[in-house]
Antibody, heavy 119, light 110 residues
Framework: QVHLVQSGAEVKKPGASVKVSCEAS????????IHWVRQAPGQGLEWMGW????????KYAQKFQGGVIMTGDTSTNRVYMELSRLTSDDTAVYYC????????????WGQGTLVIVSS | QSALTQPASVSGSPGQSINISCSGL?????????VSWYQQYPGKAPKVMIY???KRPSGVSNRFSGSKSGSTASLTISGLQSEDEADYYC??????????FGTGTTVTVV
């Protein structure tokens, strides 16, 4: 059973960056993927991208290219999602989700991390 | 890639069956059958209910079923129960290793 635990809520000022972590247990990173999905208040789910932590490969949605960096640390079974140049539109709950392969579904989810961007 | 289109809301009475559509999928040669459906309660993380169009994960009620025809996928909930009140999202692999979610549907049991 894959279990994902995310870091706590963050409050950031416009223009700043935020780094959210996602720690996995119950499996090893080998061959698997961690996706990031966000949900603005009262809005739907938005796919941001994925990372293969073992290889370091990443793929970002076009909207987030140049603004997001996903990294992984296999020694701690953690992945990170860093979003830069924050605006109020980035206020959202950010989820990490586990997928078994590149053509897959999101089998397990973290509890979500609320990021508030406010001056 | 724009979000897939879902009805904003669907309602039904206990025991009835409802369908939630998800349109805008790739169809024909080169299309993918990597459509999944997620249930989300307020303030909670989503949970996969259907994957690869019609497969049900272990532990998910057999009242939930999925299908796809052309560029539209559907989630059917039969024997509707009060606990099925939630938001539902479809998701599809698109191309070049990217994914897209649907706009989401709120299910109400009246």
């Amino acid at each position: 059973q894959v279990h994902l635990v995310q870091s706590g809520a963050e409050v950031k000022k416009p223009g700043a960056s935020v780094k959210v972590s996602c720690e996995a247990s119950g499996y090893t990173f080998s061959g698997h993927y961690i996706h990031w999905v966000r949900q603005a208040p009262g809005q739907g789910l938005e796919w941001m991208g994925w990372i293969n932590p073992e290889r370091g490969d990443t793929k970002y949605a076009q909207k987030f290219q140049g603004g997001v960096i996903m990294t992984g640390d296999t020694s701690t079974n953690r992945v990170y999602m860093e979003l830069s140049r924050l605006t109020s539109d980035d206020t959202a709950v950010y989820y990490c989700a586990y997928a078994v392969g590149i053509y897959s579904w999101f089998d397990s989810w973290g509890q979500g991390t609320l990021v508030i961007v406010s001056s | 890639q724009s979000a897939l289109t879902q009805p904003a809301s669907v309602s039904g009475s206990p025991g009835q069956s409802i369908n939630i559509s998800c349109s805008g999928l790739s169809s024909g040669v080169g299309s993918y059958d990597f459509v999944s459906w997620y249930q989300q309660y307020p303030g909670k993380a989503p949970k996969v209910m259907i994957y690869e169009v019609s497969k049900r994960p272990s532990g998910v009620s057999n009242r939930f079923s999925g299908s796809k025809s052309g560029s539209t996928a559907s989630l059917t909930i039969s024997g509707l129960q009060s606990e099925d009140e939630a938001d539902y999202y479809c998701c599809s692999y698109v191309s070049i290793s990217t994914y897209v979610f649907g706009t989401g549907t709120t299910v109400t049991v009246v």
